[in-house]
């Protein structure tokens, strides 16, 4: 037993269990993946992002007692990108229910994340809420609930204030305009939905406001801890607020490990074993039911546009501890 671990009898009274070292555990990830730092390429289709030193790399894990754990630079903050599709999906199921169904799928792509093909031969119904397609779709579901693009992007800010439980998160509007100025195809495909009338509002103002939710920028600590509510049945185990239902988790946990990597979800699935998201700016989240909120960031992608380091941390992660949910 090494000096951190701590014993603790489950609530049958049974056989006490040993606590993992955690700290430990995830040094040894980062030394392991250390010779990877870096290798891939850092997303340069956004101009602002070009710019990120692809040497650096930060992952943390929050257990659901508040327990934080956490190597390299875990609370510089990074564009969380696609992450942001989490926290947009939840509040609409919030609103929506099922009637969401209606207008974006819950089925796995198979395609790249900015894939146009698809949504044309499927009458503009995007296959699930991860790929930009129906994040589209999902933000303009929140602006025609709130009736307001600004008012809008304000109460994603405020969700993810509360959900992390840090008041100063905010967007880098570098970011957010360098890809107003170059995201051709997301303005097509915004453009391609509402042909198909599954847009309510002006297509401009809706991925305008996507780009910025996409903009945000967090710490892999403050994002380990924004996956508790995942981790516990759509409840905040520190809080005890309650921001979706347990049924609402499962989906939305169901939805990132089938969806959350588009074209490689099955290997992340694979390989890692847990739901997960990532986002071009080398950020994954992953959850553990029952267990904890994770996040790893390095800012060079694989070619599906996946953090390459961030990815094998994982698996390592899964490897050394067997938590998985298989
Ligand atoms: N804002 C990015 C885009 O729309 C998000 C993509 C991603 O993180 N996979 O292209």
């Known amino acids: 037993m090494n000096s951190n671990s701590t014993t603790a009898a489950n609530s049958k009274g049974s056989a006490p269990f040993e606590t993992p070292d955690y700290q430990k555990i995830l040094e040894e990830v980062y030394e392991e993946v250390k010779p990877h730092i870096g290798k891939g390429k850092v997303a340069d289709y956004i101009p602002e992002l070009a710019k990120v030193d692809p040497n650096q790399f930060a992952m943390s894990l929050m257990t659901l007692d508040g327990q934080s754990y956490g190597v390299g630079e875990e609370q510089k903050r990074f564009s969380i990108q696609s992450i942001s599709k989490v926290f947009t999906f939840t509040m609409a199921l919030k609103m929506y229910s099922k009637e969401l169904y209606k ?8 395609s790249p994340f900015n894939s146009l093909v698809q949504l044309e031969y499927e ?20 602006i025609t609930h709130y009736k307001d693009e600004f008012i809008t992007l304000e109460n994603i800010l405020g969700f993810i204030r509360d959900i992390s439980q840090t008041p100063d998160i905010n967007l880098n509007p570098y970011v957010a305009k360098s890809e107003m100025e170059h995201g051709y195809r997301n303005r097509a495909l915004a453009d391609l939905i509402k042909s198909f009338d599954n847009l309510d509002n002006d297509p401009t103002s809706v991925v305008e406001t996507y780009f910025k939710h996409c903009a945000v920028e967090m710490s892999t600590k403050e994002l380990a801890r924004s996956m508790l ?4 049945k759509g409840t905040d185990p520190l809080t005890g607020k309650e921001f979706v239902t347990p049924t609402q988790a499962k989906r939305i946990n169901a939805v990132m490990l089938t969806c959350g990597h588009y074209d490689a979800s099955g290997e992340f699935a694979f ?6 998201k990532s986002g071009v700016g080398g950020g994954i989240v992953a959850v553990v039911p029952g267990k904890m909120g994770i996040c790893v960031w390095s800012p060079a992608l694989n070619k599906y546009g996946n953090s390459y380091a961030g990815t094998l941390a994982l698996e390592l992660f899964t490897k050394k501890t067997g938590l998985s949910i298989f």
């Open 103 to 110: 207008r974006v799928g819950v089925e796995p792509s198979g």
């Open 123 to 142: 009458h503009g119904k995007p296959r699930n809420p991860f790929i930009n397609a129906g994040a589209i779709v999902v933000t303009d579901s929140l």
């Open 229 to 232: 509510f995942l981790a516990n």
């Open 271 to 276: 390989h890692v074993g847990l739901p997960g």
